[in-house]
């Protein structure tokens, strides 16, 4: 079984920059996945980055944060950080990452939340203008 650990997350103000980073354990295969997603209030779960243990390390980001945010891995997966600037009120949500082992490309990941088997415990970010 996999195991995510979150950690990060906080109140800013509109322009600012938060990192969250979320540590993996248990992985039964070498190659997985992993993505952040995000739910603000009154809205569905959304995509915000992904990225696979491939060897050209793919990733993806949701058209809302292209630009702004970064997803980039360390020791082997085991830790994946999102990167966080110029943060907007828009931004304000629940921040989950989820991970899975299976076969799909880091954009279907990205494109359905149902898709992950593990999740973190989730993180509040706060946005202020």
């Known amino acids: 079984r996999v195991n995510l650990a979150q950690s990060g997350g906080g109140s800013v103000k509109a322009g600012g920059s938060l990192r969250l980073s979320c540590a993996a354990s248990?992985?039964?295969?070498?190659?997985?996945?992993l993505a952040w997603f995000r739910q603000g209030p009154g809205k569905e779960r959304e995509g915000v980055a992904a990225?696979?243990?491939?060897?050209?390390?793919?990733?993806s980001y949701g058209d809302a944060v292209k630009g702004r945010f970064a997803i980039s891995q360390d020791n082997g997966g085991d830790i994946v950080y999102l990167e966080m600037t110029n943060l907007k009120p828009g931004d304000t949500a629940v921040y989950y990452c989820?991970?899975?082992?299976?076969?799909?490309?880091?954009?279907?990941?990205?494109?359905?939340?149902?898709?992950?088997?593990?999740w973190g415990q989730g993180a509040q970010v706060t946005v202020s203008s």
């Open positions: 989820a991970a899975d082992e299976g076969p799909y490309s880091v954009n279907d990941y990205l494109q359905d939340w149902r898709r992950f088997s593990y």
């Open positions: 248990g992985y039964y295969y070498s190659r997985h996945c």
């Open positions: 990225i696979c243990s491939d060897s050209d390390e793919s990733t």
